[in-house]
């Protein structure tokens, strides 16, 4: 097909907090430099912020560094953290406060910042825009461009306009291509482009399987009096010990009498009647948690996966014309809880890597640079630091990998002569639904706890119906004839928006029915389903959540 086509130095995919920073660092080299550089970010959300979810809680670490006068351009940093209070919940009804000294030093948050990630995004947007950084949103990557040697130079934006059946309609507009000198990948967790440049240039040889969890976050608007600016509430324990499985849960204090509140579910986990949204939902029901919400009302509701396979599981980034940064590689410091001032300076760093090389004349090439800038950074050294965090938790435990982590990251200072390694994938852990013990998670309430399909509404989630389906299936039969007897088709289960159902036809025959159209882009199936059959590709653009302040 011949394609309309547009010339920039340096494409970004995604207008996250790495996609951005890169874009920002490239103009501010650009002027300081004077010297002329094009630069454009694509983003596949209606807006810039409309798919960005995180907790959150953030070290302006990067930020600082970036714009060192961040607060006096009015960057959304609100509410600084002011308490930091940590509990192991045993059962439903029992919480025990975790004394402040007992607690792995990067879980402490003095100094830290609770933002809406979606409103920094659109401020970093603005500083973007206003270096002249040309900015796309509604416009989803679809593929990845290569030349005739097989280098990256640049990326394919998605048709517009294709019915379901795969036939163009009357508004039918074709992609355009975005050639580059050099193309920043910056999608996010799982990225669907990053996954398959990972795999043609096996960038993970050598390196341990990427691990997963679940965010599932809602916001919520509480009585003044229930109100604590800056406070910051992590639990671990119930309800996910009932199950064996891993995570934690978060509640933030931010500004206006709202909070943010959510669980994040290990993707390790062995049962395959485990539901992460229904473990959040009854997770609201413990009296740490219920006390602040009782009188309040849910205002906003969304998912998104996340990475946390450490240092072990970073692939190589680099690779002819292109670089992987932020969550697309895996940045995210887990025993922190944070990936946005990492994912900031990796996009930081690759930003310096290819201005030099433009500089110097050169494009499509592999920029080892960026590596070795990388590996002489703070980031790199930070997330060394914390590399046995998540395997201890695979391999102890929440409870026993904490006192672990204590000792490591407290006492050690994560100088141990070894590196903890898990190298069985997410996918691979279930065991058979026959062996696994059936979960019964209460009705909702409507008051505290809810459905799913409620919950989706308050995601602003929208797609165009007469559309492909971009949830893909490379063998129709697997979810019926294996998934449903092996484990009970655990798709109905792990997706937070009822995109999977296990339906029976007119014919009483049993169906594997996909709702496309409730996708929340989470990603979670793309990395859980046990026969890695499903395979998350970009919608029509603009299509999935719209996040106000997420």
Sequence with gaps: MQRESMEFDVVIVGAGPAGLSSACRLMQLAQQQEREITVCVVEKGSEVGAHILSGAVIESTALDELFPDWAQRGAPLNTKVLRDDIYVLPNEEKGIKIPNVLVPRPMHNEGNYIVSLGNLCRWLAEQAENLGVEIFPGFAAAEVLYDAQGHVQGVITGDMGVGSDGQHKDSYMPGMELKAKYTLFAEGCRGHLGKALIAKYTLDKGRTPQHY???????????????????????????????????????????????ALGLITDLCYRNPYVSPFDEFQRHKLHP????????????????????????????KMVFPGGVLIGCDAGTLNYAKIKGTHTAMKSGMLAAEAVFAAIGQGRQGDTLDDYERAFNASWLHDELHEQRNFGPAMHKFGNIVGAAFAFFDLNIMRGKWPFTLKDTTPDHATLIPAADAKPLDYPKPDNTLTFDKLS????????????????????????????????????????????????????????EFQINAQNCVHCKTCDIKDPAQNITWVTPEAGGGPNYPNM
């Design 288 to 315: 740490v948690i219920r006390q602040y919400l009782e009188g309040g009302k849910r205002v906003s509701y969304g998912a998104r996966a996340i990475t946390k396979g450490g240092p072990q599981a970073l692939p």
């Design 455 to 510: 919950s989706v509404y308050l995601s602003f989630t929208n797609h165009e119906e007469n559309q492909p389906c971009h949830l893909q299936l490379a063998d129709m039969s697997i979810p019926i004839s294996d998934n449903l007897p092996k484990y009970a088709e655990p798709a109905q289960r792990y997706c937070p928006a009822g995109v999977y159902e296990v339906v029976e036809n007119e014919q009483g025959e049993t």
């Design 213 to 259: 969890g679940i965010g599932i976050k809602e916001l919520w608007d509480i009585p003044a009096e229930k109100h604590e600016p800056g406070l910051v509430v992590h639990t671990t324990g119930w309800p996910l010990k009932e199950s064996d499985s891993l995570g934690g849960t978060f509640l933030y204090h931010l500004e206006n009498n709202q909070v």
